[in-house]
Each structure stands twice: as C-alpha cells, then as structure tokens.
C-alpha cells in the first residue's frame, strides 16, 4: 500500500504559505494513495513522525487545488462582499475556505468527510477564523442549505448537476454561484441551441439562470491530478423567470430531450411515452386510462385519438420536425403552452417518469437535469 508522502501530509495540514507553494511545484513526485471508496471512512494513521496520513477517495472527487493562483483568481472573481456569507460545498483541507474568509463575514462549508473537517478545523483554527466559519458535516445533496448571499466551490464533480440543480431551482435566493466544474460539464452548461454539447441540462439552467465561463484550470493544479481538466463558471440566478410550473417544465424537458437527435415529432409517437402521458392526464380524458398490455377495443380508440391530438398539437406550431436540441427556450416554452391549452399537463407521475427513463438517451451524467 502506497503512503502519502512525508511532505504532502504537512501541506494537508496546511502549515503555513511557503510549503503550500513548495507542495505545488513538486506535486508530480508525491506518492498518494487514491483510493476508491470502499464505504467505511479510514481514521488517519500516523506513521513515524506522527503526521497524520490522509488518503483521497476517487468516489468523494477528492481533488485539491493548489495552485493560489487559480484559488486567488476565483475569489476575485466572486465579487465577494465583506458582509457576504458564502456557501462552500467540499472544503476538503481548506485552501479556498481560507480565501473565502479572509474575504467574506462566514463561511459554511457542507463536508461529507469526516477527515477533512478534522482537517479543516485545525486549519481554520490555526488562521483564527474559528468565529466565522460554520462547518456541516453532510453530504450537500441530502442536507437543507442554510441562508446565504453566494456559493464559491470547487465541488466533487460527480455531483455537479444534482448540486446545480439543488442551487438554480432551490428555494434560497442567491447573488451568484462561482464552481469549479469538469471543463466537459461546463462547456454543456454553456452551450446554445444547435451546439453539439446542447442538452437538456443547458436548456433547464439557462431558464433560470445566466452562466459565465471564467478560466479554464489545468488538471495539474490539483492532487492528486485527475483525469480531466476543469472550467470555472459563474452561475447567476436570472431576477426575472418565465411564468411556467417549474416542475411541469423540467418534466416537459425531459420528455422532449428523451432522445435529443430525434425530432419532436419521433419522440412524441413512442407508445409507452404517449401512454403515460395519456394516463397523467387521464381526468382531461374521460378517465381513459390504457393499460400497455391487452388494451380493449374502447381503450385503444381513445389512444389513438389522444394520439391524434399529440401530433395535432405538434403540427400546429410547426414542432414536428424539429429537434430538441436546435430549440431556444422561448420556443419550447411555446409548444408547453400549445399541450397546456389543449388541455395536457406533464406531470411528474412514477408512470410518465419511468417512461420517459426508459427511452432516455445514455448520458455520462445521468442525473437530476439531464438525465
Ligand atoms: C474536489 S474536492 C475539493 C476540495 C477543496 N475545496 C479544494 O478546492 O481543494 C471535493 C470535496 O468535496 C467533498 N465531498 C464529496 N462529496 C460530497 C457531498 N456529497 N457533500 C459534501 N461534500 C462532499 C469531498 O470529501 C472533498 O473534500
């Protein structure tokens, strides 16, 4: 088993500037251990000059900044006022933390790690700063957000779209949010209609929010050094939201980006999507409810004539040709509109979701806005 290097567990500890920056340079020749998280969470070890040893668990994205440069840059570049509460998701060890707080009122900092709040408590302590930083220790997808002004976080990107979407469609106003995204990720948020990475992840992010790129971040800025290479963008809550149901959009998303290459009209005729939707809406149509097997004669007619007015209503805004992905937001706020007047609501119904999963396109992220 490899053992962090001597030097690397003293720049966890984060024992003053200069080794900091010693640890950076010479970061290539540490020896870590990155493990896959195995479920039971390691108390640190000492080895023989009792430095605690600290391992990295590829599963909690634990990558740390080192670069002050980069870390210098994202606190400027947050606009942090000095009455500001900022909201840092996975501290880890503390390098931005310190920055924010030299920067800010307080900071929370939501850390599922046991060991990097330890981490972090000695450092903050070590820096005084224990009278303004509230430390949660939780996993900040499950745990409810306190109030605060901002979020600047480099965030472990396996829960970058649970996380955004918990921020963007949560219940707590906010100035903006500063991440540290995979470059791969970001470029999706940033996208427009038409770009190849246009998803339906941009598509509910930008309803409700503006993003900014910011700076693209070597992945040698980090240890250990990931795969990848990362972007930090700059969300801000848009003040004015379209006057649509929130959750009827996102399921409406869904449903149109199931299969994003294909057009509205394709995605809208696949029998098991139509029944569901037929059966969500079933007290606007008679209580016709289809069941997906043996459907009786009286059933299938009424199918078919829910059909019918599927494509009925595609045709009448010219959306039946036309493909999710090439779409801007007005226009498909537009066809929600045309399937609302009609009298055809997306709603989050276990049938209509499990339909529309099952004819989802694969996605590297699968997860809360894209799928
Ligand atoms: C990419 S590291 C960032 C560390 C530090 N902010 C930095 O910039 O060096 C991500 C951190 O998030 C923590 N983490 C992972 N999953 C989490 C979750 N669900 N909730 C809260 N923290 C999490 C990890 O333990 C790790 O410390």
Known sequence: MLRPHKNLCRFINGLNHDQFLHCKRSASSYQYNHRNHGGKENVPKKDGNEEPQLYFYKSRGQHILTNPRILGSIVRKSAIRPTD??????????????????ASQKVIAIEIDKRMVEVLHRRVAEHKFEDRICVIREDALKCEFPRFDLV??????????????????????????????????????????????????????????DVEHVMDVSKRDFVPC????????IIRPKKEVPEVNLEEWRSFTRTCFGKKNKTLGATFKQKRMLMALMNSNSESFNGQGVEEE????????????????????????????????????????????????????????????DAERRALADDAYGSELED
Not at 226 to 233: A, F, I, T, Y
């Open 152 to 209: 600047v976080a480099n965030i472990p990107y396996g829960i970058s779209s649970p996380l955004v979407a918990k921020l963007v469609y949560g219940a707590i106003p906010f100035r903006s949010a500063t991440l540290l995204l995979q470059k791969e990720f970001a470029r999706r948020l940033l996208a427009n209609p038409g770009d190849s990475e246009y998803n339906r992840l941009a598509v509910n992010v930008k309803l409700v929010a």
């Open 226 to 233: 990931p795969k990848v290479d990362s972007s930090v963008v």
């Open 294 to 353: 043996g459907c009786s004669s009286s059933s299938e007619k009424g199918f078919n004539s829910f059909k019918a007015k599927i494509i009925e209503i595609l045709k009448s805004g010219s959306f039946e040709d036309k493909r999710p992905a090439k779409l801007c937001n007005e226009e498909l706020l537009h066809l929600l509109a045309l399937f609302n007047q009609a009298g055809i609501y997306f709603r989050d119904g276990s049938e209509l979701q």
């Open 85 to 102: 509460t900022v909201l840092e998701i996975g501290p880890g060890t503390g390098n931005l933390t310190l920055k924010l707080l030299e």
